[in-house]
C-alpha cells in the first residue's frame, strides 16, 4: 500500500532555531513530491521536488529529494513565530489521474 | 486562496440531514478533488474528477456523492450525515498530466450532531 510518513509528528523549538522535518515515502510510482504549509485555513505550497528537480530553495526555506533513500527534509533556519504551522507533505504518482498521497504533517510550534 | 471557492465555511448539522458543499474554480484546471482533513491523520480523498462529467472514487467515498456538472464546478453531497463525518473538507483543483502543484479551497468546517 503506498504511504507517506512525516517525522516528527509534532516539534517545538525557539525563535532563531533551524529545523528539519523529515517525510519518507512509499508508492508504486513517483512522481513528485510536494510540500506545503497548513496554518489555520488551507494549505499552501511551498516546493515541488522531481527527479529533474531535487533542491529547491526560498529565503529561510529548503528542500531536498533523496530518490535513493525515498525521503525528503524540509530545512527552516532562523525560525520565526510565523512558521510556526502544521508541514505538509504530499507524493504524486503519474498514473492515477494526479492523486496525491498525504503524510500526517508534522506540527511545528515557534516559541519567541 | 485565489480561484478556487468553497461554500460554505461552516455548517452544523443533524444526524441524519442532508447538505451539499460547493466548490467552483477559475483557473481552468481539468481535476478537481474532495478531501477531508481529521486531526492527525493528513487529507484523505473522497473523490476526485479527471475532467467534466467524470468522477471516481478516492480512499474514503462512503456516505458521499459528487457532481461535476461542468469544468468550473464539482459538488460535494452529504445524503444522511453522520458524526463520523464531523471534519474539514478542501475542494481542490491541479493541471492533470503536469507536474504542478495543487491549489485548495478555503475550506469547510462541518459538525454533525
Known amino acids: 500500500e503506498d504511504k507517506v510518513v512525516q517525522s516528527p509528528l509534532s516539534l517545538v523549538v525557539h525563535e532563531g532555531d533551524t529545523v528539519t522535518l523529515n517525510c519518507s515515502y512509499e508508492v508504486t510510482n513517483f512522481r513528485s513530491l510536494l510540500w506545503y504549509k497548513q496554518e489555520k485555513k488551507a494549505p499552501t505550497f511551498l516546493f515541488m521536488l522531481t527527479s529533474s528537480g531535487i533542491e529547491k530553495k526560498s529565503g529561510r526555506l529548503s528542500s531536498i529529494l533523496d530518490k535513493k533513500e525515498l525521503s525528503s527534509i524540509l530545512n527552516i533556519t532562523a525560525t520565526q513565530t510565523g512558521d510556526s504551522a502544521i508541514y505538509l507533505c504530499a507524493v504524486g504518482e503519474p498514473y492515477s489521474n494526479y492523486q496525491l498521497i498525504w503524510g500526517a504533517g508534522t506540527k511545528l510550534i515557534i516559541k519567541p | 486562496n485565489a480561484g478556487v471557492t468553497q461554500t460554505p465555511k461552516f455548517q452544523v448539522l443533524k444526524t441524519g440531514q442532508s447538505m451539499t458543499l460547493q466548490c467552483a474554480q477559475d483557473?481552468?484546471?481539468?481535476?478537481m478533488y474532495w478531501y477531508r482533513q481529521d486531526p492527525g491523520m493528513g487529507l484523505r480523498l473522497i473523490y476526485y474528477?479527471?475532467?467534466?462529467?467524470?468522477?471516481d472514487k478516492g480512499e474514503v467515498p462512503n456516505g458521499y456523492n459528487v457532481s461535476r456538472l461542468n469544468k468550473r464546478e464539482f459538488s460535494l453531497r452529504l445524503e444522511s450525515a453522520a458524526p463520523s463525518q464531523t471534519s474539514v473538507y478542501f475542494c481542490?483543483?491541479?493541471?492533470?498530466?503536469?507536474?504542478?502543484?495543487?491549489?485548495f479551497g478555503q475550506g469547510t468546517r462541518l459538525t454533525v450532531v
Open positions: 474528477s479527471a475532467s467534466e462529467g467524470t468522477t
Open positions: 481542490a483543483i491541479a493541471l492533470l498530466d503536469t507536474n504542478t502543484e495543487a491549489f
Open positions: 483557473m481552468n484546471h481539468n481535476s
